[in-house]
């Protein structure tokens, strides 16, 4: 009693917590419970430790489960009394004990295998003996000479990988030529004749690799750090010219909201002015005409009265008094309106309206395009088609524009062919009309990546892409004379590419079948031969500012048709 009353005393003044793996048995890892010693010096429960070595009695030899020291006999075992009277003493007192919870292996812990009972987590693993320890089963490690020379790692579950499935031995050799790890008796079997090496030589040069591998790794992670960096600033940046845009062109849009609007207010009091001063011109001359004949009826009355005087004297007298007054003998100059009156008006805001979408149109175009070169940084550029099949993809059905051709050309096929004519055809007049040219352009604009054929008959035509802004008359709206449009002159001996009035020889014969190929963003345009086979005229690189429309132009006779691929 004066004891634990002594030790309850000691470790309450000194505030420590008392170690629970010095008074707790290894192998159930609980309080030591009838404590026994081995010749090691090693305590367990009595029946903990008979358990273990009824396991190990065919062996013929027993061990102790902490250092292994072996006995050829089954060693008698005493009850370590002092050790027994200090647990039932802690027992009694109730003194804060320190968990061993801290030690006990959980579902993700390599467990220790030489504990029995409840495993302890290993702390190391030996990959001579290919066995985890706990804390307690390691210390051998540590105190025995020939167990220090131990390759001592951080526990694995993989230890099993090491020993040969095929001879149950531990695998110490690298065999190159297969470019795996094998055991002493694979070595002196099939890999007798292979290139092996000791499985630690072959870690040093590859731990030489690894090392370079690291180094360039660490490398190509600082790199798209740098460009992930840079792609962070380009979505701000994106981000910021997008609001700005949106906001600026909401206000231009609104600014021309705000015109029309007023346009429209202003026409509206103009019309209205003018109708105020017509109907008061109208009432005026309505007053008068009314005053006129009520003057008129008033004469009228007088001339029957008259009329029916029976003395000749009387009757002479009146009708000379009568006939005396100043009247007007004709009415009034009248120019009567037509009901159309405002019409004319009409008209003109109608051809304003179709003025300002044609401008729509045509900006919205460009502005689509603009908007469709935004490009973002490591963005990966479309493979160039290679053959016709992949041409095709690209097919976009084109026709001519009804507003474009000269007069002696004639449209057929649903505006898809045009045929030179030799009697001027009746077109309506229109800005975008050629009319020193024989040529028309296509109603469709050409951006992105487009493909079309065309067959030509005649002596020689052009096959040309064009801005719509090009020239309609004078030696500028030529296809080959400017610097708005790009034109392969074909005719029976061969081709000319010509652009700007500069012209390069291109092939000394073409079928009767071509094929236009534009890829508007990359600034490509090419010219194939459509036969049997499909062969590069010429190509073209360059920098296209505007959408582009296809273009013939012809010269003495011929025709045209743009074809529908299918």
């Not at 050790?83 to 579902?107: F, N, R, T, W």
Request: glycine share 4%.
């Amino acid at each position: 009693m004066k004891k634990s009353f002594f030790l309850r005393g000691k470790v309450e003044q000194t505030g420590v917590q008392l170690d629970h793996g010095k008074f707790s048995c290894s192998i159930c890892l609980d309080l030591l419970d009838d404590p026994v010693t081995t010749a090691c010096r090693h305590s367990y429960c009595m029946n903990c430790i008979k358990d273990h070595w009824k396991g190990e009695d065919q062996k013929g030899s027993y061990s102790c489960p902490q250092c292994r020291e072996t006995f050829m006999q089954r060693p008698v075992l005493r009850k370590n009394t002092l050790l027994a009277e200090l647990v039932e003493d802690l027992k009694k007192i109730g003194l804060p004990v320190a968990p061993a919870d801290q030690c006990s292996a959980g579902p993700d812990d390599v467990a220790c295998d030489v504990c029995t009972g409840r495993k302890k987590k290993a702390v190391k693993s030996c990959l001579v003996c290919l066995v985890s320890y706990c804390t307690n089963h390691l210390q051998p490690h540590h105190d025995v000479n020939q167990l220090k020379k131990h390759k001592l790692v951080e526990p694995s579950k993989k230890l099993q990988e090491n020993i040969c499935s095929r001879h149950d031995e531990v695998m110490k050799i690298f065999c190159r030529t297969d470019q795996r790890c094998i055991c002493y008796l694979c070595l002196m079997g099939k890999h007798k004749d292979h290139d092996t090496v000791p499985a630690e030589a072959e870690r040093t040069e590859k731990q030489k690799e690894l090392e370079l591998t690291m180094q360039q790794n660490q490398q190509k992670i600082q790199d798209r750090e740098k460009i992930l960096k840079l792609l962070q600033q380009e979505v701000e940046s994106i981000n910021a010219s997008a609001d700005k845009s949106v906001q600026e062109s909401e206000k231009i849009f609104t600014e021309l909201t705000v015109l029309i609007q007023k346009r429209s207010v202003d026409l509206k009091e103009q019309i209205r002015s003018q109708q105020k001063t017509e109907v008061s011109r109208v009432k005026e001359l309505q007053e008068k005409l009314e005053k006129e004949i009520a003057e008129l009826k008033k004469k009228d009355a007088e001339l029957k009265q008259i009329a029916k005087m029976e003395d000749h004297n009387q009757f002479l007298q009146s009708y000379i008094s009568l006939s005396a007054r100043n009247e007007s003998t004709h009415p009034p100059s009248i120019n009567v309106r037509p009901l159309n009156y405002f019409e004319d008006v009409t008209a003109a805001v109608l051809e304003l309206r179709d003025k300002l979408q044609d401008i729509l149109s045509d900006t919205w175009t460009n502005i689509s395009l603009t908007l469709n070169e935004v490009d973002v940084l490591l963005s990966e550029p479309q493979p160039a088609p290679k053959t016709r099949a992949d041409f095709l993809k690209y097919s976009k059905p084109v026709n001519f524009d009804l507003n474009t051709p000269n007069r002696y050309l004639f449209l057929s096929e649903r505006n898809r062919k045009a045929t030179l004519s030799t009697v001027k055809q009746f077109y309506l007049d229109h800005p975008e009309r050629f009319t020193d040219r024989l040529q028309v352009l296509s109603r469709e604009s050409l951006t992105g990546r487009c493909y079309w054929e065309v067959e030509w008959r005649g002596k020689r035509v052009d096959l040309a892409v064009a801005y719509k802004s090009i020239s309609r008359a004078g030696n500028e709206s030529d296809f080959r004379y400017n610097d708005k449009s790009w034109s392969l002159y074909c005719n029976t001996e061969g081709c000319l590419f010509w652009h700007n009035r500069c012209k390069t020889f291109v092939s000394s014969s073409v079928s009767s079948r071509v094929g236009v190929y534009l890829d508007h963003r990359a600034g490509i345009l090419a010219f194939y031969s459509i036969s049997s086979t499909m062969t590069l005229l010429y190509r073209v690189q360059t920098r296209f500012t505007q959408p582009l429309h296809a273009g013939v132009g012809f010269y003495e006779d011929g025709a045209v048709r743009l074809i529908v691929l299918k």
